[in-house]
């Protein structure tokens, strides 16, 4: 729709530009859900074929303070008591730790999420311990878990973490790769979702009143 030439002035107000700029700061820099093809169970995978250990969507998002990791499966959390759903965080080094069998995937951390409702931080690179996720952070409904993460229990190794890359798989139990189910993306990391703080977007809103306020008021 063509606006007419008359309000263009009114859309160059100092009060309206800083509203814009403001908003385009504060609204999501990347989006990226990762989605996985249905029953595509790794040929190496010599547990059972359960369908929670599938995976169909996943997604970190950041919003500044606490990352989630949430992913949905093909079946209920929980039919796989012994699953551990393992999300790789590359935050920098860019290693590779599978090699051979998937040397896309680059984690120098893990973040393990549980069907009992526990969820535990291990950095890979051995610098600090593992570390247990709070009760209540990881949260599980029907064919989906979450866990959220504070951004502290993940260092920097020379990305921001807004730059973080991740890659999830599900696994029947610690082990050898014959216990990995599944991974998403295949043979690759993903980008973290990134997203405005709760404060943000409620300095945006103040500002989208007061901006309406002043409008009111020369009328």
Do not use: C
Request: no cysteine; glycine share 10%; net charge negative.
């Amino acid at each position: 729709m063509q606006l007419p030439f008359r309000l263009f002035p009114r859309l160059l107000h100092p009060g309206i530009l800083g509203v814009v700029v403001l908003a385009a700061s504060v609204l999501p820099a990347s989006a990226t859900q990762i989605v996985d093809p249905a029953n595509d169970f790794l040929a190496s995978f010599t547990g059972t074929r359960n369908l929670d250990l599938d995976v169909l969507t996943a997604e970190v998002f950041y919003d500044g303070t606490n990352f989630r990791f949430t992913s949905t499966e093909n079946g209920a959390i929980g039919t796989t008591a012994n699953a551990l759903f393992v999300w790789g965080v590359n935050r920098g080094s860019n290693a590779a730790p599978f090699g051979a069998f998937r040397p896309g995937v680059l984690f120098d951390a893990v973040v393990i999420l549980r069907p009992d409702g526990t969820g535990t931080v291990l950095d890979t690179t051995n610098a600090v311990p593992p570390a247990n996720l709070a009760a209540g952070s990881v949260t599980i409904s029907g064919n989906s878990i979450s866990g959220l993460v504070p951004a502290t229990l993940l260092a920097s190794l020379g990305f921001t973490p807004e730059q973080y890359q991740v890659n999830l798989w599900p696994r029947t139990g610690l082990g050898d790769n014959a216990l990995i189910a599944d991974f998403a993306p295949d043979n690759s990391d993903a980008a973290v979702t990134v997203t405005p703080e709760p404060s943000t977007l409620l300095t945006l809103g103040s500002a989208l009143s007061l901006l309406v306020l002043a409008g009111r008021r020369r009328k």
